[in-house]
């Protein structure tokens, strides 16, 4: 749990982002994982044979994929998001990004985007307009939307977990957690955080109640 995969753990990211890699499932139900060290994202198959799916990347953080089955790569390094078609054709779906990290998707197809080096969080219409939804963040990384259209901001320098509304409005979900990373909204709708700190795996109820799910 740390600054190293993304999904950072299937639970991480999930989508999500960990220690400088993450995970997303595909429909298949292949996972994806974006090798923050050597520039690749590999795939795996429910029975772990792993492949290269994308290389060539700088750094590569989040992960989401598309209701269409288009995966989003943020290139950290270069400052993109990366758009790679389920046959492996790559573009550049935005760019001029300050150290995007994390990626998540809300149910209208609009993809959000953890910007570390800004302190922002960047929202694009499927169209690639881009807007500013959220401000003032610590080093924000993971991110992860419920089925409410909350989004989830783990703040890695900061320790702490913000919870901003569909129309902007922001608290303070969780605190006291050591470099929270990736993070992934389970079927029952509880919070999964990825504690790079302490390579803990917390688990909070929409109410904010916390419990170790992995250590």
Known sequence: CGRAITVRLVPIALAGTFAGAEIARGAAGDLYEADFASGYVFRFTP????????????????????????????????????????????????????????????????????????????????????????????SPAGLAIDRLGNLFVSNFTAGRIDKIAPNGTRMIFATGLTFPDGLYVNSSGNLLECDSGTGNVYSFTPAGVRTTFAA
């Open 47 to 138: 029975a772990g044979a792993k492949a290269t799916f994308a290389s060539g990347l700088g750094n590569p953080a989040g992960v989401a994929f598309d209701f269409t089955g288009n995966l989003f790569v943020s290139d950290n390094s270069h400052g993109l998001i990366v758009k790679i078609t389920p046959a492996g054709a790559k573009s550049t779906f935005a760019a001029g990004l300050n150290r995007p990290f994390g990626l998540s998707f809300d149910a209208n197809g609009n993809l959000f985007e953890a910007d570390e080096g800004s302190g922002r969080i960047f929202k694009f219409t499927p169209a690639g307009a881009k807007t500013i939804f959220a401000t003032g963040l610590s």
